[in-house]
C-alpha cells in the first residue's frame, strides 16, 4: 500500500531515509566534485536557511549540504523544506519528499516548526531562480520576494544564508520565457512563472522543466555565517521598508558569496 502522509504534520520526518539516502548523494557527490563548507558556523535553536535555486528539477547541491550536516550535526540541525502544496501532493514526490522533511509551505507550518525548535529551508526565488538563464548562471535571483524575511522578523529567528555555484551549470537553459508561462493555463494554475527552453542530456533542446541528464560540473556550496537583525517581532515584520532592506541585504550576502567561490575556480 502506498504511503500518505499529512503535509501539514511536523512528525513525517524519517532519520532511516537519509541513511539509506547517503550512498545515492555520495555518488553524485563524486561525480560534481561537491564541495560542502561551513557546518561549523549553524548556530544551536530554531533558524531559517535561505537558498539560492539551482538546476531546474535537478536540485542537488540541496542534498549536499543537507546531508553533510545530517553527517556531522545529526536531525536537530537538518531543516524541514517548506514546499508548494501541489507537488508535495503529488506521487511519488510526495512519498520521497515528505519522509525526508518536506511540509507545506505556510507562515502557520513555519510557526509549528520554529515552536518546536526545529530549523526550516526556504528558496526565495523559486521557479524563477531555478530556471534562470545561462547568462544568470553566477547570479541571485529571489525576483523581489521577500516573504521569507517577513517570516525570520515575525518569529525572531536568524537567517542562515547558504550560497551554492555549479549547480546552475548542469545544463544550459537558453531563454526563461516568462511571458510564454503567463500564457500557458497549466502553469499559471501552478504558479509556475517561467517556462525554459534549454539544451540538456540526452534531449538536445529541452522544452519546460524536465527531468535531464546532468552535466558533470562542479558544485561548491557554503553556509555562511548567520545573520540577526536590529528588529524583529510583528511590528518589523509589518515595517515593509525594513523587510525590503533585510531581504535586500541577504540577497547581496549570498551573492558575495558565490562571486567569491566564481573567481576562486
Known amino acids: 500500500m502506498i504511503p500518505r502522509?499529512?503535509?501539514?504534520?511536523?512528525?513525517?520526518?524519517?532519520?532511516?531515509?537519509?541513511?539509506?539516502?547517503?550512498?545515492?548523494?555520495?555518488?553524485?557527490?563524486?561525480?560534481?566534485?561537491?564541495?560542502?563548507?561551513?557546518?561549523?558556523?549553524?548556530?544551536?535553536?530554531?533558524?531559517?536557511?535561505?537558498?539560492?535555486?539551482?538546476?531546474?528539477?535537478?536540485?542537488?547541491?540541496s542534498f549536499f549540504w543537507v546531508s553533510e550536516i545530517f553527517r556531522r550535526r545529526g536531525m536537530v540541525d537538518v531543516p524541514f523544506g517548506l514546499g508548494h502544496s501541489l507537488p508535495l501532493s503529488m506521487p511519488p514526490l510526495h512519498q520521497f519528499l515528505i519522509p525526508l522533511g518536506a511540509i507545506r509551505a505556510c507562515h502557520e507550518n513555519a510557526h509549528k516548526l520554529f515552536a518546536e525548535g526545529h530549523k526550516a529551508l526556504v528558496y526565495p526565488g523559486g521557479d524563477e531562480d531555478a530556471m534562470r538563464p545561462w547568462r544568470l548562471r553566477n547570479r541571485v535571483r529571489f525576483a523581489g520576494r521577500a516573504g521569507f524575511m517577513r517570516l525570520a522578523l515575525r518569529e525572531g529567528v536568524p537567517v542562515i544564508p547558504v550560497a551554492a555555484t555549479g549547480a546552475h551549470s548542469t545544463l544550459m537553459i537558453l531563454h526563461d520565457f516568462p511571458r510564454l508561462a503567463q500564457r500557458l493555463p497549466l502553469l499559471k494554475k501552478l504558479r509556475i512563472k517561467v517556462f525554459p527552453v534549454s539544451l540538456a542530456l540526452p534531449?538536445?533542446?529541452?522544452?519546460?522543466?524536465?527531468?535531464?541528464?546532468?552535466?558533470?560540473?562542479?558544485?561548491?556550496?557554503?553556509?555562511?555565517?548567520?545573520?540577526?537583525?536590529?528588529?524583529?517581532?510583528?511590528?518589523?515584520?509589518?515595517?515593509?521598508?525594513?523587510?525590503?532592506?533585510?531581504?535586500?541585504?541577504?540577497?547581496?550576502?549570498?551573492?558575495?558569496?558565490?562571486?567569491?567561490?566564481?573567481?576562486?575556480?
Open 203 to 265: 534531449w538536445g533542446v529541452m522544452l519546460g522543466p524536465l527531468p535531464y541528464i546532468p552535466w558533470p560540473s562542479k558544485i561548491r556550496v557554503q553556509i555562511l555565517e548567520p545573520m540577526r537583525f536590529a528588529r524583529s517581532g510583528d511590528e518589523a515584520a509589518a515595517d515593509e521598508a525594513y523587510v525590503r532592506q533585510c531581504a535586500d541585504e541577504v540577497e547581496a550576502t549570498i551573492q558575495r558569496a558565490m562571486n567569491a567561490m566564481r573567481d576562486a575556480d
Open 5 to 61: 502522509y499529512d503535509i501539514d504534520a511536523t512528525s513525517n520526518r524519517d532519520p532511516a531515509r537519509f541513511e539509506q539516502l547517503l550512498p545515492w548523494v555520495d555518488v553524485l557527490r563524486r561525480y560534481h566534485r561537491a564541495e560542502v563548507s561551513g557546518v561549523e558556523r549553524i548556530p544551536t535553536g530554531p533558524a531559517l536557511y535561505v537558498g539560492n535555486h539551482n538546476g531546474a528539477l535537478y536540485s542537488v547541491d
